[in-house]
């Protein structure tokens, strides 16, 4: 740390221990309602779900570490009404470490796109695939042929949704919004416009698109690296529309988050895990609901959260 940063992070450290400040930013699950999720029927300590309906209940998929490393693995779990899990079983997945599911509803089948990585062996590489569950595993896999989604480097965050029976991907958000059109491994058209733009860090990931008053809505998540201490980054969610067809243009973005990332959570510090992160918060997936949505959130890479987001909660 260059010697002016830990002078103010000292003073800063100093001045919250004076005042016995220990959060910018109260628990996620205090900033919003939640919708009820019995977490002892998962793996401890999974997050990064992601989720939507299924056979007339909620489908969730979500990462854990399966042992004592940071690599982590997928489970698909089955939930009621009332957050109790019905079920829960492993996915299996080719990669050292499978990381942040997202599912989508593609001819009535829940399929999933989701990161597979070399981590924690470095230097660090990941590919993204797509393909259908079913019978407790993951079929018709695909890795799609769009940047450097070979091994020869970093891919994350893509969102896949369909659009008049055509998958699409939405590749990045910043600066400019790049969807593409698939058919199978290759890319048949490109849709590129403006990128949506906020003051809380380049817009990545986040929900498959819903529709909403004739426009599809999704939520994100962002970072800004500003902050004191040990964990500098903070997580932000927010939402924007864009058109219900393509070339898929930006029409508004939250102008405040939703919800931001916390150093605080539902954990008791000695109840923390080897892979608990402060200030996250990192949506996957939505559900329509008679109040608005349910945004499925991983919360500092600890635990699983369902969000009760209201319109007037958009901030658009």
Not at 139 to 157: A, H, L, M, R, V
Not at 203 to 223: A, D, M, N
Request: aromatic fraction near 12%; hydrophobic fraction near 35%; proline fraction near 8%.
């Amino acid at each position: 740390m260059a010697p002016r940063l830990k002078h103010n992070n000292d003073l800063a450290q100093a001045f919250m221990a004076e005042h016995k400040v220990y959060s910018r930013y109260p628990k996620v699950s205090e900033q919003v309602a939640t919708e009820p999720l019995r977490l002892e029927g998962l793996k401890p300590f999974g997050y990064n779900p992601s989720i939507t309906e299924h056979g007339g209940f909620t489908v969730m998929a979500y990462r854990y570490h399966a042992d004592n490393t940071l690599a982590t693995k997928l489970r698909y779990a089955t939930l009621n009404p009332d957050g109790e899990v019905l079920r829960d079983i492993p996915l299996e997945a080719e990669g050292k470490s499978v990381e942040d599911p997202r599912l989508i509803l593609r001819d009535k089948e829940v399929w999933m796109g989701f990161t597979s990585s070399i981590f924690p062996d470095q230097p660090y590489s990941a590919v993204i695939k797509f393909g259908r569950i079913k019978d407790g595993g993951i079929g018709e896999i695909i890795q799609p042929s769009i940047g450097k989604n070979d091994w020869s480097g970093t891919e994350k965050n893509w969102v896949f949704f369909t659009h008049e029976g055509r998958l699409n991907c939405i590749y990045r958000c910043h600066p400019q919004q790049e969807i593409y059109w698939l058919d199978g491994l290759e890319p048949v058209n490109t849709y590129t416009t403006a990128g949506p733009k906020w003051a809380y860090g380049p817009i990545k990931g986040g929900t498959p698109p819903v529709q909403y008053e004739g426009t599809l809505l999704r939520f994100f998540h962002s970072t800004l690296d500003n902050e004191f201490g040990k964990y500098n980054r903070r997580y932000y969610v927010g939402a924007y529309t864009m058109a219900a067809k393509p070339p898929y243009q930006v029409f508004r973005v939250s102008k405040k988050p939703i919800i931001y990332g916390s150093e605080v959570d539902d954990l008791k510090v000695k109840e923390r895990p080897f892979h608990w992160k402060a200030n996250v918060v990192f949506p996957a997936g939505v559900t329509i609901q008679p109040y608005g949505w349910c945004v499925s959130v991983g919360i500092n890479d600890s635990a699983c959260l369902l969000a009760k987001v209201r319109p007037e909660d958009l901030n658009l």
